[in-house]
Antibody, heavy 123, light 107 residues
Framework: QVQLVESGGGVVQPGRSLRLSCAGS????????MHWVRQAPGKGLEWVAY????????YYADSVKGRFTISRDNSKDTLYLQMNSLRAEDTATYYC????????????????WGQGTLVTVSS | AIQMTQSPSSLSASVGDRVTITCRAS??????LGWYQQKPGKAPKLLIF???SLYSGVPSRFSGSGSGTDFTLTISSLQPEDFATYYC?????????FGQGTKVEIK
């Protein structure tokens, strides 16, 4: 079955960096666009970043642009989120998620989602 | 960025009730909207895509409607497993934007 497993979360000091990973299985990873979505404790969902299946385009939320970088290694079926200059307001559970259809060239619905990894930015 | 305004932020309902949640986009987005359900401590799940299409495996008591700027998620007969938080997400362009969420609680 399709599975997405995030890792790399933890406690980090403000201003430091962290890299999240998301391992995909049960589907042809290189054929699907992939997202990062986050949720601060007790708050709603916030879309963070997206990368096309072929790595040709990336998009970011304004709140993370210039600090976060989405990337992928299709040979390893893995998605990454490099987070630099972390702030307290970046504290959240980070979910990776997949486009609902393969090789999408325009935005489509998102499913499935991983179980999330918690990032806490605190001194 | 397109703003998505969801209402109400919460509601109380009983098993068997008909429940309606609305989402308004700050500009027209055709039918490029999805609805998601999230239970506490769990990842969101897709319910409806393209405003009115039921996703695979989702019970038929869920339905979506609307186009342009105004959209609705309806649960025809609320079941115990439906108590959760629901979000809309615009699929029109990037950056993608969610509504603020609607928490459906037991009356």
């Amino acid at each position: 079955q399709v599975q997405l497993v995030e890792s790399g979360g933890g406690v980090v000091q403000p201003g430091r960096s962290l890299r999240l990973s998301c391992a995909g299985s049960g589907f042809t990873f290189r054929s699907f666009g992939m997202h990062w979505v986050r949720q601060a404790p007790g708050k709603g969902l916030e879309w963070v970043a997206y990368m096309w299946h072929d790595e040709s385009s990336k998009y970011y939320a304004d709140s993370v642009k210039g600090r976060f970088t989405i990337s992928r290694d299709n040979s390893k079926d893995t998605l990454y989120l490099q987070m630099n200059s972390l702030r307290a307001e970046d504290t959240a559970t980070y979910y990776c998620a997949r486009d609902v259809v393969s090789e999408a060239i325009s935005p489509v619905a998102i499913d499935p989602w991983g179980q999330g990894t918690l990032v806490t930015v605190s001194s | 960025a397109i703003q998505m305004t969801q209402s109400p932020s919460s509601l109380s309902a009983s098993v068997g009730d008909r429940v309606t949640i609305t989402c308004r986009a700050s500009q027209g987005i055709r039918d490029d909207l999805g609805w998601y359900q999230q239970k506490p401590g769990k990842a969101p799940k897709l319910l409806i895509f393209a405003a009115s299409s039921l996703y695979s495996g989702v019970p038929s008591r869920f339905s979506g409607s609307g186009s342009g700027t105004d959209f609705t998620l309806t649960i025809s007969s609320l079941q115990p497993e439906d108590f959760a938080t629901y979000y809309c997400l615009q699929d029109s362009n990037y950056p993608r934007t969610f509504g603020q969420g609607t928490k459906v609680e037991i009356k």
